[in-house]
């Protein structure tokens, strides 16, 4: 197995953390600094800091239905955050990308560093499903402009795939292939529309489905 993909299965780190902790020489393997790129066998003992780690760490994931109102953080500074609603056993668990504060829906959390990583690198790719309404009707030029042209934002160009949602001009599915920080947002505002509602309900192959509101499902 690879150095990187080891450090993943065994830690929080992603494969790219994992790299940059090597290349800080905070890792060992059998008391010498490996290289980027080596491979670990059964009998390598590999070490991070100086403490030793092992694949053989069960990873867990979970899908959370995250209320609005909870932020996506272990320090709320004086705000709920999703860990207020997680169980003991699930605490340790990270949140893969981010939902604001504002926003509701599908969540995930996991200790899988590989998941984390092929979920989130833009180069995977994988499509971020939110159910949006506006404070008014989307107009075909804007809907033009958002799903074919692009909208310009300080960070770039801002596109993706609107669906119609219940017969109404207001009410929209997006899908979305990239995670910008509050990238549906600030497309619709840059619009002249503000969101008022927001709530993802898939993520890659992982779908809200019938979750209730602040369960958690282990996957």
Not at 53 to 76: E, F, N, W
Not at 128 to 157: A, C, N, T
Not at 180 to 200: P, S
């Amino acid at each position: 197995m690879r150095i990187n993909k080891y450090i993943a299965h065994a830690t929080r780190l992603s494969r790219r953390g994992a790299d940059t902790a090597i290349a800080e020489g905070r890792v060992e393997v059998n008391d010498k600094t490996p290289e980027r790129g080596a491979d670990i066998g059964p009998e390598d003992v590999v070490t991070i800091n100086g403490r030793p780690i092992s694949s053989d760490v069960k990873t867990q994931t979970i899908m959370l239905h995250k209320p609005a109102g909870y932020i996506c953080s272990r320090d709320g500074q004086g705000s709920l955050t999703v860990f207020d609603l997680l169980p003991p056993e699930y605490q340790h668990l990270n949140p893969i990308g981010r939902l604001d504060k504002d926003s509701s829906g599908l969540l995930l959390l996991t200790n899988d560093g590989q998941l984390a990583q092929e979920l989130t690198h833009p180069s995977h790719k994988k499509p971020k499903i939110y159910e949006v309404v506006l404070d008014h009707d989307l107009s075909p030029e804007d809907f033009d402009k958002i799903s074919k042209q692009g909208v310009q934002l300080r960070d770039g160009m801002s596109k993706f795939d609107l669906e119609p949602l219940k017969d109404k001009r207001s009410h929209w599915i997006a899908t979305l292939r990239e995670g910008r920080n509050r990238q549906v947002r600030r497309t619709f505002m840059a619009a002249d529309y503000d969101v008022i509602n927001l709530h993802r309900i898939g993520f890659g192959d992982y779908k809200l489905g019938n979750l209730t509101l602040g369960e958690v499902k282990s996957v």
